[in-house]
């Protein structure tokens, strides 16, 4: 059983900078590993995805270039490190498992494994 911990959401200002972490128990080293946030009102939406066998990484469009997902096998830990925040990012961001897949899925029912979300808050 993956269990997923999330941890670092805040406040902080437009253009200011927010670390994430999630927490890993019971994931095996193949598994894919993703965050996703829902605003108020709004469906849950990827955000960014990461292999960690391979490392690789992909990103919604709307947080290319400014946020960053990275793993440390060591510390069974996926984070999300996020700059440049705007108004439009505040949501609950969630931490997502799943077993390894060719194509990382974008949709949430392409994962198995969900944290209990963290809230992030930029104001403008």
């Known amino acids: 059983q993956v269990q997923l911990v999330e941890s670092g959401g805040g406040l902080v200002q437009a253009g200011g900078s927010l670390g994430l972490s999630c927490a890993v128990a019971?994931?095996?080293?193949?598994?894919?590993m993703a965050w996703f946030r829902q605003a108020p009102g709004k469906e849950r939406e990827f955000v960014a995805a990461l292999t960690w066998s391979s490392g690789r990484t992909y990103y919604a469009d709307s947080v290319k270039g400014r946020f960053t997902i990275s793993g440390d096998n060591a510390k069974n830990t996926v984070y999300l490190q996020m700059n440049s925040l705007k108004p439009e990012d505040t949501a609950v961001y969630y931490c997502a498992a799943r077993p390894y897949i060719l194509e990382v899925p974008r949709t949430i029912s392409g994962y198995e494994y969900w944290g209990q979300g963290t809230q992030v808050t930029v104001s403008s």
């Open positions: 019971g994931r095996p080293f193949t598994y894919t």
